[in-house]
């Protein structure tokens, strides 16, 4: 988790309300219980516009993500925390 997440959802509100376009809407993917069914998981990622999340395995599932999705993956500074976003570059 992201010590400061209410903080973050706080800045992202924010700049998305009146944002041009079509109403934004913030949906959080946790695997906190009860965890997100597999298809729950595919369709929340599926109408992600923009995905933005903590390092980790729950990122793996920006593949289901559509062409152009914007990824915004928060790295922690350990080597191993760039494989995302390499995952992010791979998918366009």
């Excluded at 706080?10 to 959080?28: C, D, F, I, K, Y």
């Excluded at 946790?30 to 923009?50: G, K, Y």
Aim: aromatic share 8%; hydrophobic share 35%; charged share 20%.
């Amino acid at each position: 988790r992201v010590d400061n997440e209410d903080e973050l959802f706080a800045a992202l509100r924010r700049e998305l309300t009146g944002a041009p376009g079509r109403p934004w809407r913030l949906a959080t993917f946790s695997d906190a219980p009860p965890p997100p069914t597999a298809r729950q998981a595919v369709e929340m990622f599926h109408a992600a516009d923009v995905v933005v999340g903590l390092h980790g395995s729950g990122q793996a599932n920006q593949v289901f993500c559509k062409p152009g999705t914007g990824i915004i993956d928060i790295n922690l500074p350990e080597p191993h925390s760039q494989y995302t976003a390499h995952n992010s570059y791979a998918l366009g």
